[in-house]
Structure formats: structure tokens, C-alpha cells
């Protein structure tokens, strides 16, 4: 039987719920889905969707918990259909500029006044991080059956030993997607997809992420490539979880004792569900960005882990 912690943290040892939580209310409507740059002088920048103005915007913080006022950065373009609707922001600092990869949505009617999604992905490059020049056409487009006419939720890496840039990307289902993808690049604009997409699907008998998986973090630790992941068992259960590849595409092994995070106790901020992950490493241990949802409202949180190394419960096969 599945053991759980007081908090509802799952059966993973080592991880609370921040005291401060949210650290980001509602305050400027919905923020979720974030991404953060280190600067030089030690501040942190979050990048992170804006649901109200359908927006991306940013905030900076000293201490990784106390954030400066939300201020908006891209807004969408009327003049062009695919770009509806910006969010998912994923933001590297390379070289001196800033390089960000974003979702935007086009929502189109059908049948019984229900709109369906389509997304893809798009880039944007900036000098300081706040004026940022944003191409014209998409840089990745939903061209595969599975992907169901819907992209979102780009990661990015950058691989300096074969100088290129990895990028797991979400597919598929309507509204949320629900599977994960793979593409490289040699410039960051010009993609080509793995052959072996999608290379991480649900399982369905884990009634927790039976319906979608999405969302993916993957962060290189230890020889190994650790995906965080948003797992659903339908359209307003959501789970934080992990998996790892030793390539990053081929041989995922889930975490044996997923879902890592999940809703809390009646009454909580974050008693629906708990979204798309952000992991860092900070001093005593490593921190878990997501953004929970309560009363259907999204805000963001900390989710401390224990232990400076990540899983070490976790076996090597």
C-alpha cells in the first residue's frame, strides 16, 4: 500500500510544501508554467505565463522566494492567426543573450461551440532579457499524427560537447497534450524531430498518469537525464513525477515510488492539483518550482527536497 506523509507529498521521501507557499498568488491573475535564469549577481529571473491577458512576463527575486512585481514582457500579435495566445515560456542564458522558446495557441471552433487547440512553438531572442525580437513563423509545428495539431511546453538544453540544442516538447490530446517528444538543433530555429517520437507516452494502468503525460523539465545529474513531468489521470488531476534515460530519448525508467507531489489536504492552496515542474539546486538540498491549482485558479510554489543528491533511494539497475 502507498504511504503517505501527513502533507500528501506522496511516498518519496525527503520532500515539503515551502512555509511561505504561494510565494506567487493571484495577485496578478493566474501565473503559472515558469522557467528562471540565473544572473550574475546572484538574482533569480522567473519567466512564467500570464492566463489573464493571455501574456508571458517576468519577475526577479533575491532570495528565490520573495519576487518583484509581475511585469509583462510579450503579449500576443494580432496580426498573426497562430499567435492567439503565449505562455510556457522556456528561457536559456547563452553567450550574453537571452534565448526563449514559448507555445502559442490558436483556438479554433468546432462542433457545439467547444473550441480545439492548436499549438506550436516559437522562439524570441533579446539582448537583456526584456526586449526580445520574436520571429514571424512557428520553429516547430505539429506535422506528426500523434501530435494531434498541437504543440507546447518546450524545454530546451543546449549540449556544448556536440554543440547543439535538445528540446523535449508536450503533443497531442486537446487542451492539455498528452504525450513528449524529442527534436535537435544546430542553431535553436531550424528542428528536426527523433524518429522514435514520441518517446514517452502514459501508462495507463498508473492511475495518475493515465490520461496524459506532459510538461517535461529534464535536467543532466549524475550520468543520467532526469525528466520531471506533469502526469494527469484526466483533464483536472495533476501529479508531479519522475523518470530517467541514460540518452535522454531511448530506455525511460520511472521512479518507483511516483507520483512525487500531489494535492494536498482539504482547504489547501494546492488541493486540486499540482502542475508543470521546475527543479534548481540550492544549497541544503534542491527546490521544486511548480504551479498548483485551487478554486481553479493556478499559483505558484516551492516544493523543498531534503537530500543534496537527487533519489538516492532510487536503485542503479
Known amino acids: 500500500m502507498r504511504k503517505t506523509d501527513p502533507l500528501h507529498i506522496g511516498c518519496a521521501p525527503g520532500w515539503s510544501r515551502h512555509p511561505d ?5 493571484d495577485d496578478y491573475g493566474e501565473t503559472y508554467d515558469l522557467s528562471i535564469v540565473h544572473l550574475d549577481d546572484g538574482r533569480k529571473r522567473m519567466y512564467l505565463s500570464i492566463r489573464n491577458n493571455r501574456s508571458i512576463g517576468y519577475t526577479e527575486s533575491n532570495d528565490g522566494v520573495h ?7 510579450l503579449s500576443p500579435r494580432p496580426e498573426l ?8 515560456p522556456m528561457v536559456i542564458r547563452q553567450d550574453g543573450k537571452f534565448y526563449m522558446w514559448y507555445t502559442a495557441l490558436h483556438y479554433v471552433p468546432s462542433e457545439e461551440n467547444v473550441f480545439d487547440v492548436q499549438g506550436v512553438i516559437a522562439y524570441a531572442v533579446s539582448e537583456d532579457g526584456f526586449h526580445f525580437e520574436r520571429l514571424d513563423e512557428p520553429v516547430l509545428h ?22 547543439v540544442y535538445r528540446m523535449w516538447f508536450s503533443g497531442g490530446g486537446h487542451w492539455e497534450a498528452d504525450r ?28 495518475w498518469e493515465r490520461a496524459h503525460t506532459e510538461a517535461a523539465q529534464v535536467i543532466p545529474y549524475k550520468g ?53 515542474p521546475w527543479i534548481e539546486k540550492v544549497e541544503n538540498g534542491w527546490w521544486m518550482y ?3 491549482r ?14 543534496d543528491e537527487l533519489f538516492p533511494d532510487w536503485p542503479i539497475a
Open 142 to 163: 505539429p506535422d506528426a499524427m500523434w501530435e494531434n495539431g498541437h504543440l507546447q511546453c518546450p524545454h530546451v538544453l543546449y549540449d556544448e560537447e556536440r554543440k
Open 21 to 25: 507557499n504561494p510565494i506567487m498568488g
Open 290 to 292: 511548480t504551479n498548483p
Open 224 to 276: 543520467w537525464y532526469y525528466m520531471f513531468y506533469l502526469g494527469m489521470e484526466d483533464m483536472y488531476k495533476g501529479t508531479i513525477n519522475a523518470a530517467r534515460s541514460k540518452d535522454g530519448i531511448t530506455g525511460w525508467e520511472r521512479y518507483p515510488c511516483n507520483p512525487l507531489l500531489y494535492g494536498g489536504m482539504p482547504g489547501a492552496w494546492d488541493i486540486e492539483a499540482i502542475y508543470k
Open 81 to 88: 492567426v497562430w499567435e492567439e495566445d503565449i505562455n510556457r
Open 67 to 73: 519576487w518583484t512585481p509581475v511585469q509583462e514582457i
Open 180 to 207: 513528449i517528444g524529442y527534436a535537435e538543433s544546430p542553431d535553436g530555429i531550424h528542428w528536426i524531430k527523433s524518429e522514435l517520437n514520441p518517446i514517452f507516452e502514459p501508462i495507463r494502468e498508473n492511475y
Open 294 to 307: 485551487r478554486a481553479g485558479v493556478e499559483m505558484i510554489g516551492i516544493y523543498p527536497y531534503e537530500h
